[in-house]
């Protein structure tokens, strides 16, 4: 029943959002790289959609993911939502490996989150390694797991942290983790951007330079069907 109450609401939202953005399912589909069959067994209620193709789909209608399982036309959310948790085991997440860090999304299970929680490793160790400072919306909190952290910002002087140390600042400020010393150096952060937005701007960071550091690969993805 619950799963096909969310695919209820995926298809009434997206008819709703194409209709508010005035697109026809071919325009959709163009922005999406979904063919219009497809498009059309979703808001007809006839298909789900994994997470990865979720993330696609809001990407291509510009709108955050939450968006396609947001309360249509009078529906309620479930009163279960209140209840919802994630457990992530050792090994858990979805990776995305960049020049400057490897991010392990958490909880990937649960959609609609209010803050992302991320593993991060970190691989510059340089500023001028590192390049441009990253800006994203929303806030962010650093917690230090290993290794030391070298905090910079376009507003204030650098900061050192040590492994038990955090920090708190303003995403939309320009910032730049970086590693001081040999050994391994991670963080965990917790993002209130949107998902889609962060992912964006991993994406659209340096690609790994393969030569430089071994590949890990990446954990399979779990799947958001159990957590709307």
Partial sequence: MKATANRSRLGAALRLLRRQKDLTLSEVSQRTGFSVPTLSKVENDRLSLSYDKLIRLSEGLGVD???LFAPVDGQTTPSSITGRRSVNRTGDGELVATRNYDY???STDVTRKKFIPILTELHAKSLE????LVKHGGEEFIFVLEGEVEVHTELYAPLV????????LDSAMGHAYVKRGDGPCRIIGVCSATESHLREVAENSPPPEPATRAKTAPAKPRKPAKHR
């Fill in 161 to 168: 942290l040590s492994a038990g140390e955090s920090t708190y």
């Fill in 65 to 67: 993911i939450a968006q």
């Fill in 104 to 106: 392990r999304y958490l």
């Fill in 129 to 132: 390694e590192f390049g441009d």
